[in-house]
C-alpha cells in the first residue's frame, strides 16, 4: 500500500515549472538594466532593492498558497483513505518543502540576477538555461556519471539540491526524503544568490565608496555562508536506494569471491552475546560466541560484505583472518570441545540496510551478525537483493547496550538495555512504523499505511487457509504469530516465519486485500523453508517450486493465479533452461497432476538440504 509513490517523479515537473519561473523573472527585471545610466537620483539602489523585494514576496506568497491548496487536497485523501494522523503527514510537509517550495524559490532569483547581469542580451538566457541544467534539482539525472562516480558525500553534496533518483522520494522506515542537511542546502543556495543579488544592485550607487562597502559586506555574507555549509553536507539519500542494484550485482556475479569448503564449517555456534555501541550512521559490535568446535585448523563465519571486521580473537587472543565477501575465515586452536571466539565489527548505515541515529533496519533475513552458512548472503547472478539465509539452528541470542527503547524485534526485552531470546534469525527494526493491536495481533506497518481494520481481515483469512493447504499437503503445521511485521523497505518480497513474529514483505503498491495472491506467494517460502539451509535455497528448481505451489494455493482458494513467468524468478542465466522446462512441465498438468508433481519436488528439495 504505497499511497506516499503519489509523489514519486513530481520533481521533475518541479523542474520544468523552476525554468518558467526563472525566465518570467528574467524578462520583468530586465527592464531594469535599461534605466541604470539615465536614473541619476541617489535612491535608486534602495527604490531598486525594495522593488526586487516586493516581487519576491509575490512570488512567495503565490507559491506558497498554490503549494498549500495542493497539500491540503493530498490530507484529504489520506484522510479518505484513513491512514492516521501521524509523522506521516509532517514529512510530506517538510518534503514538500525542501524539493519543491524552495527551489521556485531559488529559481525566481537566477532569474532576476541573470538580468541584472546580462539585461536583455541573448547571453542572459543562455546563461540562465545553463544554470538550470547544472544546478537544477535533476542535475543528478543529466550528470549521473559524474555523482555515483565520485559519491554524494562530502563536498559533492552541495552540487545538488534535488532527489538522487526523482522517481523515488518514499522508502517505508525512513520515510520521505528531506533532513536538515537537505533545508539547510538549498537555504545556502538560495542565501548565496540574495548575497549576488545584493552585490549586483549595490554597483549602481554613484559613490564609489558605497560600491565598495558593498563588495566587502558581500564577502563577509560569502564567509558565512562558506562557515555554515558544513551542516548541509549530511544526506539521508543513500538509504533504500535501488539506484545501488548494480553494485550489488557486480559484488555477487557468479563465480563468487570465496565459498568455504565444508570442513570450514564442522562447528555449531551454541550461545551468541552481541553487545552494541550506537555511533554516528554505525554500530559497533562485539559478538562473543561460544562454539563447539569439530576440527582444529580454521572455520568460516557469514557476515553481510559491506561491514568492516576490526578483530576476531580466539579464547582471549587475537587471530589473523581473512575477509572475503561475505566470509571470514580465520584459524583456531583449542583443547577443549568448546572454543570462545569474538568478532568485533562495524554495522555501518548502507543503501539496503539503514542503519541511523533514528532509523535501523536489520531483518532476520539477513546475516547481521556472524551465523554459520555455506553460501553467499544474496543469490548469485540476479540483479537486485535477494537474500539468502541460513537459519537451521536455533541458538541462545542476548545483546546488549545501546538499544533504543521502541525497538521492534523478535527476542524479549530484559531490563532497558537487553533483549533475549533462542532464535534462528534476529530482527531489529525503528524508524517511521506504527504498531497496531487489532484482535489478537500485533500488526507492524509503515505510517503511510492505512489502518488494519480497512485490510487485515481478508489477509488474516487468506493466511490460515494458506496454513490449511500447506498442512494437508506436506503435514507441516502453522501458525500465524502474534506478531506480524509488513515493512519492507527494499522493495523485497521475502518473508520469515518462526514462533515470535512474521516478517511479511509484500513489496506490493496496492492494499492488501486487492492482492491476495501476491500474499499468498510471498508467505509459502515462510512457512515452508524460513528454517532451512542456505543450501537449498539457492537450488535453481527452489524458486520454481515456491512460485508453481503458490500458483497451486492460488488456484486451489480461487483467487486469481500469478502465472509463473521464469523472468520474475531472478535466476542466472546458466539455469534459465532448466527453470523454463520445470515450468511447462508443471502448467501442462491439471490441477490434480501439479499437486503430485510438487510433492515430488518438496521430496527432492529436502533431500538436498540433508
Known sequence: MDYASLLNGFVIP????????????????????QYRQSILFPDIVNIQYQRIFSILLNHVIFMGTTLLIGLLGLFLYYQNQEIPWSTFQLDVVKHALIFYFLPLILAALWGINCALMF???????????LVWVLIGPLNTEFFS????????EGIRSLLFI???????VHAQLSGFLGNEALFIKNLLHILLQCVFLFLLVGQWNLRASKRTLTVVFSILGLGVLVF??????????LSFDRSFDSDLSKHYKPPYTFVPEQD???YKIQKMNLNMVQETNALRVEADMLMKVSQKQSISLSLWHEYDVNAVIVNNRKVKFKRQGDFISFPISSDSSTTNVTVRYDIKNSPYFALTKDIWYLPATLNWYPVRQSQPINRLGVETLDLVGDRQRMTDVKISGDIPKDIITNLKRQGERSLVGRVAGVTMMQGNIKVYEYEEHEI?????????????????KTLEQTNAVVQRTFDKQTVVPKKIILVSPNEERNSYLDDAHLLLQIGTTLRLDQSLSEVVATYVPGILWSNSSSEVKVQPKWKVFNAAFSYWIQTELKLEPIEVDPFFLQQSNLDMKEVERWIKEFMDYDHKQQLILLKKWYSELNETEK
Not at 518541479?14 to 538594466?33: D, H, P, T, W
Not at 539585461?119 to 538555461?129: D, H, N, S, V
Not at 556519471?145 to 554524494?152: R, S
Not at 503511510?448 to 481478508?458: A, D, E, L, V
Request: hydrophobic residues 45%.
Open 444 to 460: 507492524v506497518t509503515d505510517v503511510s499505511w492505512s489502518m488494519p481494520q480497512t485490510y487485515w481481515q481478508s489477509v488474516q
Open 14 to 33: 518541479v523542474q520544468g515549472m523552476m525554468l518558467l519561473v526563472a525566465v518570467y523573472m528574467y524578462r520583468l527585471v530586465s527592464e531594469e538594466v
Open 264 to 266: 570450514a564449517l564442522d
Open 228 to 237: 555554515v555549509s558544513p551542516l548541509a553536507l549530511a544526506n539521508n539519500q
Open 162 to 168: 534535488g532527489p538522487i533518483q526523482p522517481g523515488h
Open 119 to 129: 539585461g536583455k542580451r541573448k547571453t542572459g538566457m543562455l546563461a540562465l538555461f
Open 145 to 152: 556519471d559524474y555523482f555515483y562516480k565520485g559519491g554524494f
